[in-house]
């Protein structure tokens, strides 16, 4: 399974974002039908309606909680706001029970870390992130 977190930890997913953990759940992410796979580029274009997430593996009575988050704001050589609003992390969280989670209060300073812990989640049981890349003005067009 180890082969499994590699490219979290290679993006720094692992380390920045959460701490190590083991998969043991699929999860896929596609953006109009094109899947995100981890440390793919996607044009911002490309992800504006909302994703089509799928959770393969658990029971039909499992309940979880999935997080999005961008760990690199304003920019990865100067992350100061780094879980605020360009890299987007997908983060799935099985929970032990059904329950509610409580909302931050604000997308300033989010630390997923501290969420999960604040609402009794454990460690992930799937991660997947992408990168946004700018698009030139003539292609949004």
């Known amino acids: 399974m180890a082969r499994i977190s590699e490219p979290l930890i290679v993006g720094r997913v692992i380390g920045d974002v959460l701490d190590s953990f083991t998969p043991s759940i699929k999860m896929s992410i596609t953006y109009n039908n094109k899947q995100v796979c981890n440390g793919h580029e996607f ?11 799928e959770v393969q593996g658990g029971d039909m009575r ?6 999005m988050t961008d760990p690199d704001v304003p920019g990865p050589s100067d992350p100061y706001l780094r879980e605020h609003l360009h890299w987007f992390v997908f983060v799935l969280f099985k929970q032990k029970r059904r329950q509610s989670v409580t909302p ?10 501290s969420f999960a812990a604040e609402n009794d ?3 992930p049981v799937a991660a997947v992130y992408f990168n946004a890349q700018r698009e030139t003005a003539a292609r949004r067009r």
């Open 121 to 123: 989640l454990g460690l």
């Open 43 to 53: 044009y911002p274009s490309t992800v504006t309606n909302k994703p089509r997430v």
């Open 104 to 113: 931050p209060s604000s997308r300033d300073h989010f630390n997923t870390r």
């Open 62 to 67: 499992s309940f979880f909680t999935l997080v």
